[in-house]
Each structure stands twice: as structure tokens, then as C-alpha cells.
């Protein structure tokens, strides 16, 4: 079978459909002309509306496309931010969720935090918006743990593939808090995969690995909150679930009561 073929007939086909509705339109309005001229016999106002018309007609066509630009960017804005909420929500269903929770065990003032996010479920935009501005002011401690260290480390080492292949999305360059979020996670485990144990590490060195987590969980939990709050608007059955999976919770049951 000719591929060539059938693609130049499909092109012809579209052409001749733009040219014959070209000329049906040239046609209606040479009728439309000829029939006011029938009518009012005044040659004189039809080409002098005509050229009126003519002169306005380039206006026309910047505002059209001025208009349906600013149409397609905005769809086309809103396609990338969906498919990059889906990337976000692949991120927290994978890495994310369990990766709170296991640095909220290296937080020693994780209880302030907890006792606001307990009753996320309850919160509306104005809680969300509130909960972002205190955040910046949260002063997380990060120790330390020798005995969860070994698995949080199995688990970063085991999502690493993962995190590359998130880094390698495009879509991530229209969201750079993410994007930022990711490098922190991806350092954090490069971090870890470098060291066999925190145990007789020098301070400097300490101090280092606890910038890393304090940076990473902080990132998480931004964007998390900012990731609950677009599911509860927009896709709230899976809201639902992100809930009952909520890493602050103690209590959590993912069973619907």
C-alpha cells in the first residue's frame, strides 16, 4: 500500500475543502451585495460600507487572535498542570507519603506540626492558606536516629531509579517548588548511599546530613499540603484516600468506617 498516496489524497482532500468553502463565502456576499443593490439601488453607500468594513477588518483579526491565543495558552497551561499533578501524585503514592513519615521520626518538634494536620480533613481554603504561612515559621529539629537509619536508607536506594526517571519529566520545568523538592530527595539519598553509618561520624558531618533531611522534609511537607489541597478540589475520591493515608496521623486506617 502507498502511504505517500494516501497522505497527499487526504492533503487534497483538506485543501479543496478550504478552497470550495472559500468560494461559497465569496459567493454569499457578492449575492448579499447584489440583492441591497436590487433593493436600494445605491451603489454609492455599498462601497462605502464595504470599505468601512474593509478597514475594520484588520482590527478584527487582531482581536481574534489576540483572543483565541490567549484560549490556547490557557488550555494548553491547564493540560501541562494536570499532567504534572499526575506526576506529583505518582511521586507522593511512591516516594512521597512513606518518606514523611519516616522523617517525621527525625523531627523531635514534629508534635507541633501533627496536632494541625491531624484534622486536615476538616480544613477549608482558609486553614490551607493559614497552615503555609505558619509553616515558614516552623523551626523543625532534626535528630539523628541510628536505628531508623538503615531503613530509610534501604528505602531511598530502592525509589533512586524512580527519582531519576521524575527528573528526567520535562513537564517538571513548569513547576520549579517541585523540581526543587525531587533535587533535595535526590541529594538526600546520594547522601546516604555515600555512608555506611551516621555512627562515628564528626559533627561537621552530622550537622551536614541534618541539613539535608531538615531540607528535604520541609520541602515535603509544602508541597504535600499543596498537593492535598488541589486533590480536595479537584479529584476527591482520591483526597479521601490521601487522608486516611496521612503520615502525622498516628491512627491512620486507610479502612473506610
Known amino acids: 500500500m502507498d502511504k505517500s498516496g494516501g497522505k497527499d489524497s487526504w492533503m487534497n482532500r483538506k485543501i479543496n475543502w478550504k478552497l470550495i468553502l472559500a468560494i461559497v463565502l465569496i459567493i454569499i456576499s457578492i449575492s448579499v451585495y447584489s440583492v441591497n443593490f436590487l433593493i436600494f439601488r445605491d451603489s454609492r453607500n455599498i462601497f462605502f460600507y464595504f470599505f468601512m468594513d474593509l478597514a475594520f477588518l484588520p482590527l478584527n483579526v487582531l482581536f481574534v487572535t489576540l483572543l483565541l491565543d490567549s484560549l490556547l495558552n490557557q488550555r494548553e497551561k491547564k493540560s501541562k498542570l494536570n499532567k504534572l499533578n499526575m506526576v506529583i501524585g505518582a511521586f507522593f503514592s511512591e516516594v512521597g507519603t512513606s518518606l514523611l513519615a519516616y522523617l517525621e521520626i527525625f523531627d523531635s518538634r514534629s508534635e507541633d506540626i501533627s496536632r494541625e494536620l491531624i484534622k486536615i480533613n476538616t480544613w477549608n481554603k482558609k486553614d490551607y492558606a493559614s497552615f503555609k504561612k505558619n509553616m515558614a515559621k ?33 513537564n ?3 513547576h520549579e517548588t517541585f ?10 539519598t546520594e547522601e546516604l548511599a555515600c555512608r555506611t553509618s551516621f555512627e562515628n561520624q564528626p559533627d561537621t558531618d552530622l550537622r551536614h546530613i541534618k541539613g539535608d533531611f531538615k531540607r528535604a522534609y520541609i520541602l ?16 476527591p475520591y482520591l483526597y479521601s484516600l490521601a487522608v486516611r493515608q496521612n503520615p502525622f496521623n498516628k491512627e491512620n486506617d486507610v479502612i473506610v468506617h
Open 179 to 188: 523540581t526543587e523538592l525531587l533535587w533535595a530527595v535526590f541529594h538526600m
Open 220 to 235: 515535603l511537607i509544602k508541597e504535600w499540603i499543596s498537593y492535598l489541597e488541589h486533590l480536595k478540589i479537584s479529584y
Open 172 to 174: 517538571l520545568l513548569e
Open 138 to 170: 516552623h523551626e523543625s529539629n532534626i535528630e539523628l536516629s541510628y536505628e531508623n537509619e538503615a531503613e530509610i536508607k534501604s528505602f531511598l536506594l530502592s525509589k533512586r531509579d524512580f527519582l531519576l526517571r521524575l527528573l528526567e519529566n520535562p
